[in-house]
């Protein structure tokens, strides 16, 4: 796990689990990567998330885990950072938590623990956080998805279909985008 004392600040970091185009090698993992390299956030370890969740692709390939408890789902894949006050400035920035995009919600999640002894590997039960699709749009999501979600969103199957914000189409917000594909016309 990320050692706190490593931070560049005095706030205690909060840990995020990011499962889409935050991951290693992903698209926007360069913000990561910098806040790492400003001690704002530490890899803390693979994991999945302990309770099933949809995962879907919105538009622009973008990938949304849905807060919709009891409606299935799968246990999602990603990874876990310790990420400093400062550094969740950046990620809710990022994420567009200010405009509707994603909320950031109290989620647990699953991981491996290294073990000296010989019976194996242990699991440890961590609570963190996790960007899902903002409540305004997510069942709406699910629905136009056909129900069906996805345990990971992969570089190969998904990653690639990624559109970055500067490729993206001019002139409308990224909510009248979200509705198009609501609507079925995107």
């Not at 550094?87 to 989620?107: A, N, Q």
Request: charge should be negative; aromatic fraction near 10%; hydrophobic fraction near 35%.
């Amino acid at each position: 796990m990320a050692d706190a004392g490593n931070f560049s600040n005095e706030t205690k970091p909060t840990l995020v689990f990011v499962y889409g185009t935050l991951k290693k090698e992903f698209p926007n993992h360069h913000l990561l990567q910098e806040l790492m390299s400003q001690k704002e956030a530490a890899y803390a370890g693979t994991c999945m998330t302990h309770q099933p969740h949809p995962l879907v692709i919105g538009p622009y390939g973008i990938p949304y885990m849905l807060h919709l408890p009891g409606s299935g789902g799968h246990p999602v894949n990603g990874e876990l950072y310790s990420v400093s006050t400062q550094g969740f400035v950046r990620l809710d920035e990022l994420e567009g938590t200010s405009v509707g995009h994603y909320e950031r919600r109290p989620i647990q999640v699953i991981m491996r623990e290294k073990s000296e002894s010989e019976e194996g590997d242990g699991v440890a039960l961590v609570d963190a956080e996790a960007y899902f699709a903002h409540g305004s749009f997510g069942e709406r999501m699910w629905v136009r998805c056909g129900r069906v979600g996805l345990g990971e969103y992969s570089l190969e199957r998904h990653a690639c279909d990624y559109v970055k914000k500067v490729n993206r189409a001019e002139g409308r917000s990224f909510l009248d985008e979200m509705e198009l594909f609501l609507s079925g016309s995107a």
